[in-house]
């Protein structure tokens, strides 16, 4: 059976009980921290039992993500090739779980009953608990400061922080004025309330736990811009997808001033399945209208709910814009298939169409991978 060094919060002990009774019933050999007080001392023996065990089980509640020792545990056993196999205790937000932890496979304890027993079980079984040690050892991580001075170094950085950079921050903050700090916790919300680049969800959860915790909520700086409640589009994706769909906007624009196919108004009986040179312009223009709105809250909302719905009307939309264009892309082709001369018209209506559908895909991919990785990472557990 394995040596597992187990890597959890002092303030979770009453959740770790069953979990540590049915690793001893499996066999193993299981090492905690209680018998140890703080220190150098302390920290060099931590350091030494991860060396020497199998594999680091990592208990996952909202307290260990606010512990840096925890943190530090988990760095050091990755850096000398142990095993992480992080155990999910409580239902914990994926925000919360940093990118070192997010790495691994969690196993769901949180009952504590057969299913999750098997579920650890299997876990240990699928890892590969007789790894050597790195030849030459990699340095010690010092002994753990203040976790508060590295929340407020992130909160105080000058680099802009994202939206989930921000949420991940106020949970942490959460988690440990739950944990009955919070007297340190209300300065670093009134920071981070501070920021230029706060945006409006998080403002009104840090006033929100403000007030909770028996305090005003924090005032912004004179003169401070209102929190956002749009985020600018980011990454070469989204950018990518403004361009797209600016493109084929201003060239469908111009397809609507220049083609003579259009009608000025709609006939009485006009129905979706008449040829799509019925359309009248300002029902084209509406559709171009609604894809551009759309398009805009897809890239821009903070919300991901609203993010998706919108990209979706967006790309539905676009499939209307080549309905009605329908006729015309099926003369463009026949002209292109024989080789006949296209005219301004058309070249302009083509170039619009293919941008627009691209750019409505690309919508549509950006607003629903923003998510993705922690999405995937939830149902996987």
Not at 38 to 57: C, F, K, N
Not at 110 to 130: E, M, Q, Y
Not at 251 to 263: K, M
Request: glycine share 6%.
């Amino acid at each position: 059976m394995a040596m597992l060094f187990v890597s959890y919060s002092r303030d979770d002990r009453h959740l770790s009980g069953p979990l540590l009774a049915d690793l001893d019933a499996l066999g193993h050999e299981v090492w905690v921290d209680e018998d140890l007080s703080g220190g150098q001392v302390w920290w060099d023996e931590i350091l030494a039992t991860i060396r020497r065990s199998d594999a680091l089980l990592f208990l996952l509640t909202p307290t260990s993500l606010a512990s840096e020792a925890c943190l530090r545990e988990v760095e050091y056993a990755q850096a000398v090739d142990r095993p992480v196999i992080p155990v999910e205790l409580v239902v914990t937000d994926p925000v919360l779980v940093p990118t070192l932890l997010s790495r691994h496979q969690v196993v769901r304890y949180l009952n504590g009953d057969k299913a999750d027993t098997i579920a650890l079980t299997r876990a240990l079984a699928h890892s590969d608990l007789a790894r050597p040690l790195p030849d030459p050892l990699p340095p010690e991580p010092p002994l753990p400061g203040s976790y508060f001075r590295d929340l407020r170094e992130q909160i105080a950085s000058r680099q802009q922080l994202g939206i989930d950079e921000q949420l991940g921050l106020l949970q942490r903050l959460k988690a440990r004025a739950e944990a009955g700090d919070a007297e340190e916790v209300l300065p670093l919300l009134a920071t981070l309330r501070a920021r230029e680049d706060v945006y409006a969800t998080v403002a009104m959860g840090i006033d929100q736990l403000s007030t909770s915790l028996g305090r005003a909520p924090p005032r912004a700086a004179a003169g401070q811009r209102s929190p956002r409640l749009l985020r600018s589009p980011r990454g070469g994706l989204e950018w990518t997808a403004v361009g797209m769909s600016g493109a084929g906007l201003l060239l469908g624009v111009l397809a609507l001033l220049s083609n003579p196919l259009y009608r000025d108004e709609a006939p009485s009986d006009w129905n979706w399945g008449q040829s799509s040179q019925d359309v009248p312009r300002w029902a084209v223009a509406l559709f171009l209208a609604l894809f551009a709105a759309a398009a805009a809250v897809a890239l821009m909302s903070v919300a991901s709910k609203v993010r998706r719905v919108a990209a979706v009307v967006a790309a539905l939309v676009a499939a209307l814009l080549l309905l009605t264009w329908w006729d015309q892309i099926s003369t463009l082709l026949g002209e292109f298939a024989q080789k006949v001369h296209l005219g301004p018209a058309m070249i302009l209506l083509s170039w619009s169409v293919g941008f627009v559908c691209l750019g409505a895909t690309l919508v549509v991919v950006a607003a629903f991978s923003h998510r993705f990785a922690l999405s995937t990472r939830r149902h996987s557990r």
